[in-house]
């Protein structure tokens, strides 16, 4: 089945200690992307992958990291988390069909930091 | 900066009533989408339907319709026959780039009842 998995779906963590959020993807799409939602602000994108090795920052990237060594693979690293950065995550990878390009979402990542 | 605008919090709709959820962009790009998601409470987002820039006829997708009206930039949703379903928090999302990337609007958060 084609699909998106980011784990873990719930987190719980303490102010700086460093986590990573798997994401992982079985359609050899080449962009990948992180996205934040917030209540009132809807997603924002964090960072961005056009391919290995190759990345960018996106809307709001203060506070993450990301890597992108295999093509299936983009984790999201925060190394130093902050209560700022409780938030749901969601991991996207798009497909250009004829017509458009489509995201496909993972599940997302519900991170609370206190 | 492109921008999108959902000026509708949340709204009420009996079952089997019509609903139409109001978006409006901002963007200089001649060639463009327009996605609207759907987000249960579950938290997935789920894509709904998809209209270009450059198509001369609104989308439609079984009881999901977008009416475009690309001189005032708008592109409202239209939910048919609202079921009890339909609950969940709608994403209005433009993307001026062929990789994916998607700006996402507020949201409008639609709650169905008997």
């Known amino acids: 089945e084609a699909q998106v998995t980011q784990n873990p779906r719930y987190l719980i963590t303490v102010t700086g200690k460093k986590l990573t959020v798997t994401c992982s993807q079985n359609?050899?799409?080449?962009?990948m992307s992180w996205y934040r939602q917030d209540p009132g602000l809807g997603l924002r994108q964090i960072y961005y992958s056009m391919n290995v090795e190759v990345t960018d920052k996106g809307d709001v990237p203060e506070g993450y990291k990301v890597s992108r060594k295999e093509k299936r693979n983009f984790p999201l690293i925060l190394e130093s988390p902050s209560p700022n950065q409780t938030s749901l995550y969601f991991c996207?990878?798009?497909?250009?069909?004829?017509?458009?390009?489509?995201?496909?979402f993972g599940q997302g990542t519900r991170l609370t930091v206190v | 900066a492109q921008k999108i605008t959902q000026t509708q919090p949340g709204m009420f709709v009996q079952e089997k009533e019509a609903v139409t959820l109001d978006c409006t962009y901002d963007t200089s790009d001649q060639s463009y989408g327009l996605f609207w998601y759907k987000q249960p409470s579950s938290g997935e987002m789920i894509f709904l339907i998809y209209?270009?820039?450059?198509?001369?006829q609104n989308a439609t997708e079984g009881r999901y319709s977008l009416n475009f009206q690309k001189a005032r930039k708008s592109a409202n949703l239209v939910i048919s026959a609202s079921q009890l379903g339909d609950s969940a928090m709608y994403f209005c999302?433009?993307?001026?780039?062929?990789?994916?990337?998607?700006?996402f609007g507020a949201g409008t958060q639609v709650v169905v009842t008997p």
């Open positions: 999302a433009l993307s001026t780039d062929s990789w994916g990337k998607l700006q």
């Open positions: 359609m050899n799409h080449e962009y």
């Open positions: 996207a990878s798009s497909l250009k069909t004829g017509r458009y390009t489509e995201a496909f």
């Open positions: 209209q270009g820039s450059y198509d001369e």
